[in-house]
């Protein structure tokens, strides 16, 4: 079974210009997290779906963020305009309903963002 | 503020050591706790996990201890060994499972061979 799948893997990009990352989560996977990496201040969650729903978006920084989920099958977060304090590493993650309890999520391989 | 804490950004030990990572947090309306590990250019995998109905549980080599009263917990691995070296995230959740995890910032391990 094929896991959850982020494009594009790496992305720069100037600094005013659009960005926008895909996801694909595991099917039957009710739950869709959008999570983004960062030295300073390790994984933060940006926004989280449940039913393609958005539930929480508090840790959406700014406006210029905004994420998507027009289907069980597919997510965005977009960009707009990107800024260089934007660079870091944008995981997706996915969590089956059979795991709500545990809380256990499967994460995508990861969107690196640079921005010039 | 930070929920949930790793204050040790790095940590190295000697293969067939014990490693012991720990992570601290604040909200007490946390009831589970997991660790997961992370190679570089891959994502976050899950490695272990406890309730806050118990104070241990072991998998292997990895055990998770958990002390409530402190709002602490740590991951020992025992013994370590070199492919254990990556990044080890704290993570915590609250209620059904419904709310998102609130992860830490991670502590580097590296097992010296």
């Known amino acids: 079974d094929a896991g959850v799948i982020q494009s594009p893997r790496h992305e720069v990009t100037e600094m005013g210009q659009e960005v926008t990352l895909r996801c694909k989560p595991i099917?039957?996977?009710?739950?869709l997290f959008w999570y983004r990496q960062t030295m300073m201040r390790g994984l933060e969650l940006l926004i989280y779906?449940?039913?393609?729903?958005?539930?929480?978006d508090s840790g959406m920084p700014e406006d210029r963020f905004s994420a998507k989920m027009p289907n069980a099958s597919f997510s965005t977060l977009k960009i707009q305009p990107s800024e260089p304090r934007d660079s870091a590493v944008y995981f997706c993650?996915?969590?089956?309903?059979?795991?709500?309890?545990?809380?256990?999520?499967?994460f995508g391989e990861g969107s690196r963002l640079t921005v010039l | 503020d930070q929920q949930v804490k790793q204050n040790s950004p790095s940590l190295s030990v000697q293969e067939g050591r014990i490693s012991i990572l720990n992570c601290d947090y604040t909200?007490?309306?946390?009831?589970?706790f997991l660790w997961y590990k992370k190679y570089p250019a891959e994502g976050p995998t899950f490695l272990i996990s406890?309730?806050?109905?118990?104070d241990k549980n072991e998998d292997g080599r990895f055990t998770v201890f958990l002390n409530k009263s402190a709002k602490h917990l740590s991951l020992h691995i025992v013994p370590s060994q070199p492919g254990d070296s990556a990044v080890y995230f704290c993570?915590?959740?609250?209620?059904?499972?419904?709310?998102?995890?609130?992860f830490g910032s991670g502590t580097r391990l590296q097992v010296q061979p």
């Open positions: 993650a996915s969590r089956s309903p059979g795991l709500a309890g545990t809380g256990e999520l499967f």
């Open positions: 099917s039957g996977h009710d739950y």
């Open positions: 779906f449940n039913n393609n729903v958005p539930i929480d």
């Open positions: 909200n007490s309306m946390f009831d589970y």
């Open positions: 406890i309730s806050s109905i118990k």
């Open positions: 993570a915590a959740g609250a209620g059904t499972g419904r709310r998102a995890l609130t």
